[in-house]
């Protein structure tokens, strides 16, 4: 009871995700400010940690507005969904050395599942909001949720052939430094599908404010829009996980196993992921299905060819 | 479009509700890029823009016609409020309309400061431009980069004039003020820094491969467009046409000055880009031959003309003409002779010239301005048919359109 209480509420919970959020949303301010020769948060707190927790718990109390016209059951209660769909997929992954929540042999599964149908629900949201900007943006989600999942898929496939298994902690406890080097070029391509699938620059199509104005969140405000940004931000965290246990090893470190060393590869990922941010431009929608279906989708079978004769060729190990 | 309702203006006919795969957006005027007020009403099939309806009015405060309840140095601080990204432009356009007006010269010393505040004036506006194109294109660093050194040339023109968005620098027949001390020596410190800023932004852009891929061939005005639409500026150099007022009709110092006319022949965003990269250069070099210049000229900086302008501070306060002559230009005007007149000037934007019409008295008959912005709004209906949503904004970006121009 009590071990059920800590973990839905504590650990890989609710609480956990809401740390999670402020902190990264505070990484992510204050790791860009120096890229754009800036200072970032400065005033609350030790290095204005504290100003995204009242960022949030402004939103959290504002007046949510909902517009006439739509239906306000599908309005207010998808962000809603959104975030409970993006914090599911920690149950399955292995934080600690004590395994995942839920111990299944079929943890990636789940895993890819619950990260690919976020979109559909960000698609709904758009759809719901009766407004032509989010209309424009919820077409957007779907078609670059379309086009970056199946190189997701595909990429996320290869530990799972390579050691062959669907298990996370099993793929956490046979990844060896060889397996990650075969598995580099699928790291890579996961990652690139990611910056898709997380609607990052220079694939922030969705909600690139200069073209939609905020996409399918255009007529959030308050607390529906704490809400997206909360599962955003959560989602991040799943896939940011889903990469360091397919690839990485999870909790294995160095010197001794720990959660420490997990969150050090997660905080890698966001760091590269917000370094190209401040370098790129957007690219646009055709350029971005040109690049999706002509190039990475091509590219992630050639790597699925590639894992195939490793596993036949160097790694028979396992 | 359904049957236009003749008694209504054309915009409240619009349908915004079709049935036929087609939807139709407002493009602002409160969009996140609408660059000020521009309501675009975009026509859409999917992504992909059928027709365009740019839509101006929104920031409209009827300058034109308060210049004509207004005496000519009254109205110049409202010129300030044109294109507010380089005001010094507009103030010097109109003070050399009525200049010409006058037939007044203004001395050599104000000559030198102008020319000078007017190319500052043109760096600022270009690093403007490149700053919110960057940012419209989804590169945000540059955008901060880039304002960055907008605050330096800035604080260039605070120390001159103690304004920093609306100048007011420019005075019919002159300057007011010489340039403060260590004025030139920041200016020549400010040009020593600016060409590795420029360095920076262009490793960061101009070989990008996505900037690329955003700006090429993507927003085609063909010369003959370019010049049937009454382009000018970067627009109708961007096209392949060599024509810049301050060669073609040079006034102030520029034709003593020494420096070059980028074209480029690819009339697409990215050549207009790199236009106003190699412009900004020009205009480092322009500023450094005035800084050695400056130091060639005596100290008048209002031209002598008792008629028109007041005479100099230490003459009002110890000669009654002077008092006399003050009095009356401040009170009630001064009174330019019957005629009209029209002084194209070479803006940041392109060329910016006041039509002022005289009938003898204190007051403009009808004073009106052709701003390059105008008719650089009204290409967009040509050339953005058949573009998509992202390409209408790197447009916008590139025309470089100001609204408090347009609307006047």
């Given at each position: 009871m009590i071990d059920a209480f800590i973990s839905g509420f504590l650990f890989p919970g609710v609480l956990y995700a809401l740390v999670w959020t402020v902190g990264l949303f505070w990484f992510f301010r204050k790791f860009m400010a120096p890229l754009h020769k800036r200072v970032g948060p400065y005033y609350n707190g030790p290095h204005g940690s504290y100003q995204t927790l009242f960022d949030l718990s402004k939103l959290w109390t504002k007046e949510s507005i909902t517009p006439t016209g739509v239906n306000p059951y599908l309005f207010s209660t998808m962000p809603l969904i959104a975030v409970i769909v993006a914090m599911l997929p920690n149950v399955v992954i292995p934080w600690t050395n004590n395994g995942p929540l839920l111990n299944t042999p079929y943890g990636l599964l789940i895993l890819v599942v619950l990260v690919g149908i976020e979109p559909f629900l960000l698609f709904l949201i758009g759809f719901g909001s009766d407004n032509k900007y989010s209309f424009l943006g919820a077409i957007r989600v779907l078609t670059q949720a379309i086009s970056f999942e199946t190189a997701f898929f595909l990429s996320a496939l290869a530990p799972a052939l390579l050691f062959s298994t669907l298990n996370l902690s099993k793929i956490v406890e046979s990844v060896s430094f060889v397996s990650f080097l075969i598995l580099l070029p699928s790291l890579i391509l996961y990652f690139i599908s990611l910056l898709g699938l997380l609607e990052q620059p220079p694939f922030n199509i969705p909600d690139a404010e200069q073209e939609v104005v905020y996409g399918f969140m255009t007529e959030y405000s308050g607390t529906g829009y704490f809400m997206l940004q909360l599962a955003k931000f959560v989602e991040f965290m799943a896939v940011f996980a889903g990469a360091g246990t397919l690839f990485m090893g999870a909790y294995r470190g160095i010197f001794f196993d720990s959660y420490l060393w997990f969150f050090i590869k997660m905080v890698s990922i966001a760091v590269i992921m917000i370094t190209?941010?401040?370098?790129?431009?957007?690219?646009?929608?055709?350029?971005?299905?040109?690049?999706?279906?002509?190039?990475?989708?091509?590219?992630?079978?050639?790597?699925?060819?590639?894992?195939?004769?490793?596993?036949?060729?160097?790694?028979?190990?396992? | 479009?359904?049957?236009?309702?003749?008694?209504?203006?054309?915009?409240?006919?619009?349908?915004?509700?079709?049935?036929?795969?087609?939807?139709?957006?407002?493009?602002?005027?409160?969009?996140?890029?609408?660059?000020?007020?521009?309501?675009?009403?975009?026509?859409?099939?999917?992504?992909?823009?059928?027709?365009?309806?740019?839509?101006?009015?929104?920031?409209?405060?009827?300058?034109?016609?308060?210049?004509?309840?207004?005496?000519?140095?009254?109205?110049?601080?409202?010129?300030?409020?044109?294109?507010?990204?380089?005001?010094?432009?507009?103030?010097?356009?109109?003070?050399?309309?009525?200049?010409?007006l006058i037939g007044v010269e203004a001395p050599r010393r104000a000559q030198v400061i102008r020319t000078m505040l007017l190319e500052l004036n043109r760096i600022i506006s270009h690093l403007f431009f490149l700053a919110t194109h960057a940012l419209d294109v989804g590169a945000m660093s540059i955008f901060l980069y880039a304002f960055r050194e907008r605050e330096f040339a800035m604080d260039l023109m605070e120390d001159y004039c103690g304004a920093r968005l609306t100048h007011s620098a420019v005075r019919i027949g002159g300057v007011p003020l010489d340039l403060p001390d260590g004025w030139l020596e920041n200016l020549a410190r400010f040009l020593d820094k600016l060409p590795s800023q420029i360095k920076l932004y262009e490793d960061l852009l101009t070989e990008n491969r996505i900037w690329k891929m955003r700006l090429e061939n993507v927003g085609i005005v063909t010369p003959e467009q370019a010049l049937s639409w009454g382009c000018s500026g970067i627009m109708l150099r961007g096209s392949g046409i060599k024509y810049d007022i301050r060669k073609e009709e040079p006034y102030e110092l520029y034709s003593e000055l020494d420096f070059d006319i980028p074209v480029s022949d690819r009339c697409d965003s990215y050549g207009r880009y790199r236009l106003y990269m190699e412009e900004m250069k020009e205009s480092i070099k322009i500023l450094r031959q005035l800084i050695d210049m400056y130091y060639t000229t005596d100290s008048q900086l209002m031209a002598h003309a008792p008629r028109y302008i007041s005479a100099p501070k230490e003459e009002i306060m110890t000669q009654n003409y002077a008092l006399m002559q003050h009095f009356v230009l401040v009170t009630q005007g001064m009174r330019p002779p019957k005629g009209t007149v029209y002084a194209p000037t070479e803006s940041p934007k392109g060329e910016l010239g006041f039509l002022i019409r005289s009938e003898g008295e204190p007051y403009a008959y009808r004073l009106k301005c052709r701003a390059p912005s105008f008719f650089h709004t009204g290409i967009l209906q040509d050339i953005l048919p058949g573009t998509y949503i992202a390409d209408v904004v790197t447009i916008i970006g590139s025309t470089n359109i100001v609204f408090g121009e347009v609307d006047r």
């Open positions: 190209i941010r401040a370098a790129t431009p957007r690219i646009t929608m055709e350029q971005m299905l040109h690049f999706s279906w002509r190039y990475l989708v091509p590219l992630s079978l050639l790597n699925l060819a590639w894992v195939m004769f490793a596993k036949a060729m160097i790694f028979t190990g396992v | 479009m359904q049957q236009p309702n003749k008694l209504r203006p054309f915009f409240e006919n619009l349908n915004f509700e079709r049935d036929d795969n087609t939807m139709v957006i407002n493009f602002g005027p409160q969009h996140p890029s609408a660059h000020g007020q521009l309501r675009l009403v975009l026509e859409l099939q999917g992504e992909q823009v059928v027709k365009a309806y740019p839509d101006i009015g929104y920031l409209h405060r009827g300058i034109e016609k308060m210049a004509e309840n207004m005496i000519y140095n009254e109205f110049l601080p409202t010129t300030d409020r044109l294109d507010y990204i380089a005001s010094t432009s507009n103030n010097y356009a109109f003070a050399l309309a009525v200049e010409r």
